[in-house]
C-alpha cells in the first residue's frame, strides 16, 4: 500500500514538471540572437534594432516566403527587450521606445498570422546583456508570460550560480507549467554547470526542460560549427541518450544565409543539426537572405529527418582523416530494422573532392530486403540497394553528401 502511494505521489511530483505535451519533435522557428545580438540603437540604425518592428517584420516573412509551411512556427526574441528596471510593482517592462505598444501587443501580432511566440530571460539576477533577471520574482515572471501568452521561454544562467541551477531551474518550470498556459521551455542549465566543472543531472535536466544548451554560443564562422560539431561527436556516449520527444540536444542556432558560412558549409551545418535531431533556429536576416540559402532551410527532406517522430539523436560512426559519417535511426520501421539518414561530411580543406566508398552493411543497414536509397540535397533516386551494395560518393571541401536509406518489406508482403 505505501509503494502504491509512493509511486502515486512521484507520478504526481513529475506530472507538475514537464508534462506539458509540448515540442514531441525539435522545434522550428527564428530567433534574433546571432544576427542582430543587442542593438538597441533604433536612433541611427532602424531597420536592425531589436524592436517590435523587427520581430513583425520577421514575422511577415515566415509566412509569406515559405518558412511556415515547411514547418518553422516559433518566433523568438532573445535578450535585450527589456528596460533596465522592473515597474513598481516588480514586473517586466519591455523597452517603451522599441516596443511601444508592448509585448503582449507583439505576441497577438505574431498569433494573428499563425505563428507562436518566444521570450527570453535569465535565471540569474540579470541577463547577459544587464537586464533584470527572474530571481526573486520567478513566479511573477512565469505569470506574466501566460498572460502575454507566450509559447516558448529561453531561460539563460548569467550571473547565477550554477550550483542553485538544479534548484532554480526546475522550479521555475513548474511555475511556467502551473500556470495552465503551456510554454516550450528552453534551459541553458548544462552549459553553465559544465562551465562551472559540474557534472550536469541530464537525468533531471530532461524531466524538468524541453530542450536544454551543452555547448558555446554559436557564432558567425565555420570554425564555430567545427567546434560545436566535434563537441557533440566527442561527447555523444553522454550526449545523444537524453534526447527523444519532448526533451531535445539544443547545439544552437542556425546561422545558414549570414556572412561565415560558404554555401558547402551550410548545407553541412543543415545536415549534421538534422542528424543531431537538434531544434532549427535560424538567426539570420530574411529580408537579404540569398536564394541558395533559403533553399536549404526550406529542404522538406532534411526537415523531415529532423522532424522524424521517432526521436533518437544520431552519432559520428566514422572519422578518419578528415572524413566524418554520421547515421541517425528514422522511420519507416520494418520489424527491427530502421530507415537511416546519412551524412557523409568532408573536413579537409585541400581543394578537391573526396570520394567515400562504403557498403551499406559498414553504416549498420544490414535489412536482407534492402533500402530504397536518394540524395536529400541533390534529389537524386539510387533505387533499391542491398546490404552487400558499395556506394560511392564525392564530398566537396567543408561540404556533405545527405542520403536516406528507407526500409524495404519482403516482397511477398
Not at 527570453?120 to 541577463?127: F, K, P, S, V, W
Not at 554560443?217 to 570554425?223: L, N, P, V, Y
Request: with cysteine; hydrophobic share 35%.
Amino acid at each position: 500500500m505505501l509503494a502504491t502511494l509512493w509511486i502515486i505521489l512521484l507520478s504526481s511530483t513529475f506530472g507538475k514538471c514537464l508534462d506539458n505535451g509540448l515540442a514531441k519533435t525539435p522545434p522550428m522557428g527564428w530567433l534574433s540572437w546571432e544576427r542582430f545580438r543587442c542593438n538597441t540603437d533604433c536612433v541611427n540604425d532602424p531597420d536592425n534594432c531589436i524592436s517590435e518592428q523587427l520581430f513583425q517584420t520577421m514575422t511577415d516573412i515566415v509566412v509569406a516566403d515559405g518558412y511556415a509551411s515547411v514547418g518553422y512556427e516559433y518566433i523568438n526574441i532573445d535578450d535585450c527587450w527589456l528596460e533596465k528596471h522592473r515597474s513598481h510593482d516588480g514586473k517586466l517592462v519591455a523597452d517603451r521606445k522599441r516596443f511601444p505598444n508592448g509585448i503582449k501587443a507583439l505576441s497577438d501580432y505574431i498569433h494573428s498570422r499563425g505563428l507562436k511566440f518566444g521570450i527570453y530571460e535569465d535565471y540569474g539576477n540579470y541577463t547577459c546583456a544587464g537586464y533584470p533577471g527572474i530571481i526573486g520574482y520567478e513566479e511573477k515572471d512565469a505569470l506574466q508570460f501566460a498572460d502575454w501568452n507566450v509559447d516558448y521561454v529561453k531561460l539563460d544562467g548569467c550571473y547565477a550560480l550554477p550550483y542553485d541551477m538544479d534548484h532554480g531551474y526546475s522550479t521555475f518550470g513548474r511555475l511556467l507549467n502551473s500556470t495552465g498556459k503551456s510554454m516550450v521551455y528552453s534551459c541553458s542549465w548544462p552549459v553553465y554547470q559544465i562551465y562551472a566543472g559540474i557534472q550536469p543531472n541530464y537525468s533531471a535536466i530532461q524531466t524538468h526542460c524541453n530542450l536544454w544548451r551543452n555547448y558555446d554560443d554559436i557564432q558567425d564562422s565555420w570554425a564555430s560549427v567545427e567546434n560545436i560539431i566535434d563537441y557533440y561527436g566527442n561527447n555523444q556516449d553522454v550526449i545523444a541518450p537524453n534526447a527523444g520527444p519532448g526533451h531535445w540536444n539544443d547545439p544552437d542556432m542556425l546561422i545558414i544565409g549570414n556572412f561565415g558560412l560558404s554555401y558547402e558549409q551550410a548545407k553541412t551545418q543543415f545536415a549534421i543539426w538534422s542528424i543531431l535531431a537538434a531544434p532549427l533556429l535560424m538567426s539570420v536576416d530574411l529580408r537579404t537572405i540569398r536564394p541558395q540559402f533559403k533553399h536549404i532551410l526550406q529542404n522538406r527532406k532534411i526537415i523531415a529527418v529532423d522532424q522524424d517522430p521517432l526521436g533518437i539523436q544520431g552519432r559520428r560512426i566514422y572519422k578518419h582523416k578528415g572524413i566524418e559519417i554520421w547515421s541517425r535511426p528514422i522511420g519507416p520501421l520494418y520489424q527491427n530494422f530502421y530507415s537511416y539518414a546519412i551524412a557523409f561530411v568532408n573536413r579537409r580543406t585541400d581543394g578537391t573532392p573526396s570520394d567515400i566508398s562504403v557498403t551499406l552493411k559498414e553504416l549498420g543497414l544490414i535489412n536482407f530486403s534492402g533500402y530504397r536509397v536518394e540524395d536529400l540535397y541533390e534529389n537524386v533516386d539510387y533505387g533499391v540497394l542491398y546490404p552487400n551494395t558499395k556506394i560511392k560518393v564525392k564530398v566537396n571541401p567543408s561540404g556533405v553528401v545527405m542520403l536516406k536509406g528507407e526500409v524495404q518489406y519482403p516482397v511477398d508482403l
